[in-house]
């Protein structure tokens, strides 16, 4: 098991869990049967989840501060080392109709990144001679991976890239230092709501590729859109289960003019189930 993830995890916790050694993901929900997420399925375990077992894994995620991650909080989640990121939920604080604060948290949700240098072999046609590219899939199945790998590659291929990491999920970036290798010429913004950084990131930056996960809503795409006009490329990840139906979507059917690459993953993790590249140069 990931030392970084024992070390979060009480050790009746880790007794539950430590049979299990490509742990995804764990869900801790107060009262309730611990969960675990691995790439070979979902298991619901004989541990019953208490508070102390939730105060305990924020305890040690926060350095016993949580009032020092109040800004990661707002934000729904907490940044731990070894590239695990803590999703919150519990009762939420308005001030003036915006979220100040999570309180009462009751159930957590901790996601370990995977660092995995192979690619299916559909993928390096993109890479070889790269343009624009949309990876679609549903949840679970590995497009932040891939997109993680194929960030590095292009890194080291000598492309100047800026990833845009708001949810510190491509990174894992802890206290300035990058946990999970994306590339000797990669940048990162992180933890910064991603339609404040595309106009940035052209003017300042000056990228190549910018590097995004999971694109949501009209001002992102139009962001894409923008940032593509000034001449740099992009990658990114969204959800989806059919690339036609994707682009159907009246929110997301202006990326049809700039994307010429799509990789649609289905079936099982890492799986590559319809790619459509546009890879002539």
Do not use: W
Not at 11 to 33: G, H, L, Q, Y
Not at 108 to 117: G, Y
Not at 252 to 280: A, T
């Amino acid at each position: 098991m990931n030392q970084s993830l024992k070390k979060l995890l009480r050790n009746e916790m880790v007794i539950a869990t430590e049979k299990f050694s490509d742990i995804s993901e764990i869900r801790v929900r107060c009262d309730k049967n611990l969960v675990v997420y691995t790439f070979g399925g979902r298991y619901v375990l004989d541990y019953i989840a208490r508070r102390e077992d939730i105060d305990y894994i924020l305890k040690i995620a926060t350095s016993r501060s949580l009032y020092a991650f109040e800004e990661s909080v707002k934000s729904g989640f907490i940044s731990f080392e070894g590239g695990i990121r803590i999703g919150l939920a519990g009762e939420a604080v308005l001030d003036n109709g915006k979220l100040r604060v999570i309180k009462n948290i009751n159930a957590i949700v901790i996601r370990v990144a995977k660092s995995v240098q192979t690619l299916p072999i559909e993928v390096f046609p993109i890479i070889d001679n790269f343009d624009n590219t949309l990876i679609l899939s549903p949840p679970f199945l590995g497009k932040t991976t891939i997109l993680r790998e194929m960030t590095r590659r292009l890194s080291n291929k000598g492309n100047d890239i800026l990833v845009i990491d708001e949810r510190n999920e491509l990174s894992a970036t802890i206290s300035g230092v990058q946990n999970l290798d994306l590339g000797a010429n990669t940048d990162v913004m992180v933890g910064v709501p991603k339609v404040n950084c595309y106009e940035g990131a052209v003017r300042t930056m000056s990228p190549d590729i910018i590097v995004t996960d999971e694109i949501f809503g009209e001002k992102e795409v139009d962001c894409i859109i923008d940032a593509v006009r000034s001449g740099i490329k992009i990658m990114a990840t969204a959800h989806g289960d059919n690339i036609d139906k994707f682009l159907k979507n009246k929110v997301y059917s202006p990326l049809k003019d700039i994307v010429s690459n799509y990789l649609l993953l289905g079936d099982s993790v890492g799986k590559v189930k319809e790619v459509r590249c546009n890879c002539s140069g």
